[in-house]
């Protein structure tokens, strides 16, 4: 007997979307959570990319972020700035929104889910064996479940007493990030860049305005400040901010009275692998990297929609427990490509003059328009495509939200994904498709498109005459009813279909 079939071990971005996924799944999932409140102590994540905007928007929530944040072209890379103006996507922007509201937006909707949340609890171990995992608390208690998943940071304890290996690269620069308060003035506000890294200052609370960042004039102050050595271990102080302010900037502006001070290095380690026997990892636990691009919370939510229907069809006994090394496959790249495009975003921060050449050359190059296209699309996320093999373009790229035309009216293709279900979208002669073997899973939908098919960074496509859709919103089949592949992508994808 489980507690619960699916346990996550931390409730931060990563955590908190695989609940809700598994929860839409109907599995029963709960969550462990060391604070005792959603609270997040200091500045994290700033925002929302274009990707994780749609992917909110295929469950249907993204409005409930929409309403909070502000809409910027926050994307960049080497220093220059993309507008995503012209993008085909229904979110060509970023959102500009704390970590803490979007935490608390997300854990609203996961509480609507009734997903069970222990507060105030630790994982302190778990011993896995055949057919589940025994969980141990810091209250003494121990949960069994079928599957643990690790969505507990960066120092992961699931990740750890997994044994799962966590290579990359040591840092090579140390920051202390506060929220304090200043007793003078600053001359200037804003980013400053030396020979020992970037800095900067700035008030908490600030408005977007025509696109643009204005700071409030009073309140507390947001400080991001380059320490001179790396490799410190204890937890930052006050007098480790000043000292780092006053190597700086030559004073600390009289600091006090911080309610944050944490500190993050460009340290780059990614999971060897994702998945041991029956304990996963998502989000930080699987990948820390320098927040430059602002991709840590985005790739944590997005591997969370990638794992949860495929665990959810694995805990229903619907998909063969292989199902699970998918993840692996697919998540494991894709947080490659951030490590390495975070990694070459440190090196191009630097000050000397060779690496300012570079950066020149990079803008440069970055002023072209395909170059500029596809690094916009790689920062936003609307560029991921899973390898599922040679075929139409749209073979494990992101399904677009088309604007369908079906008997009983419009709608939208993200809609038909709100119940985080597969669906199949025959826009060619209806009735030609027949799924019965899978109709308790697979959503045959029979509509119209005339428009264009237009993909970030590829440009226009042909158009199918169907896809198979998953519940990530991926593409996991592209073909017309005379084209075969459909019944193996639906058995590899969505399980056999039961016994007759
Ligand atoms: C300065 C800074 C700026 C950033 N800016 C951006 C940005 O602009 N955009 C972006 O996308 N990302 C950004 N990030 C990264 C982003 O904050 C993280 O990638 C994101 O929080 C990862 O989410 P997560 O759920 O995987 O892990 P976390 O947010 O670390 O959540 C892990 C959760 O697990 C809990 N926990 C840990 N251990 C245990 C345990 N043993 N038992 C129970 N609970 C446990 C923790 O309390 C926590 O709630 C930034 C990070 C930093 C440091």
Known sequence: MTDHAVIIAGGGPSGLM???????????????????????AGSR?????????????????????????KKAQAIGFAGV???????????????????????????????????PIY??????????????????????????????????????????????AFPGSDPTTSNL??????????????????????????????????GEIVYADHGPVGVLVTEQHVGQTAEPTLSDLSAALIAVYGTDYG?????????????????????????????????????????????????????GWKLAQVVKGMSPDSLLDTYHAERHPIGAHVLRNTMASIVLRREDERTKALRDMMAELLGMDEPRRRFAAMMSGLDIHYDLGEGHPLLGRRMPDLDLVTESGPLRVFSLLHAARPVLLNLGEPGAFDILPWADRVELVEAKYAGPWELPA???????????????????????????????????????????
């Not at 996963?280 to 929609?305: F, K, N, S």
């Open 119 to 164: 507060r105030g609890i630790v994982v302190t171990g778990f011993a896995q064996d055949d057919t589940g995992a025994d969980v141990e608390l810091s209250d003494g208690r121990s949960l069994r479940a079928q599957y643990l998943v690790g969505c507990d940071g960066g120092r992961s304890l699931v990740r750890k007493a997994a044994g799962i």
């Open 255 to 307: 600091i006090h009275s911080p309610t944050s001070i944490s500190r993050f290095t460009d340290a780059a380690r990614q999971a060897a692998s994702y998945r041991k026997g029956r304990a996963l990892l998502a989000g930080d636990a699987a990948h820390v990297h320098p927040p430059d691009g602002g991709q840590g919370l985005q790739t944590g939510v997005q591997d969370a929609v990638n794992l």
């Open 18 to 40: 695989l609940a809700g996924e598994l929860a839409l799944a109907g599995v029963d999932v709960a969550i462990v959570e060391r604070r005792p409140s959603q609270d997040v």
């Open 458 to 500: 590829l440009g226009t496509v042909t158009a199918p005459t169907a896809v198979l859709v998953r519940p990530d919103g991926y593409v996991a089949w592209v073909g017309d009813p005379t084209q075969p592949g459909l019944t193996d992508a639906l058995t590899t994808w969505f399980g056999p279909p039961p016994a007759a």
């Open 81 to 115: 700035h993309f507008d995503l103006s012209g993008f085909p996507t229904r979110h060509p922007y970023s959102l500009g929104l704390r970590q803490n509201h979007i935490e608390r937006i997300l854990a609203g909707w996961v509480d609507e889910l009734e997903v």
């Open 177 to 210: 990030i506060a929220e304090a308060e200043l007793a003078e003035t600053p001359p200037q506000w804003g980013i400053r860049r030396d020979a020992l890294g970037i800095h900067a200052l700035g008030r908490v609370e600030y408005e977007i305005r025509n």
């Open 45 to 69: 994540a700033g925002g929302l990319h274009a990707r994780t905007l749609e992917v909110f928007d295929q469950r249907g929530i993204a409005d409930r972020f929409l309403a909070e944040g």
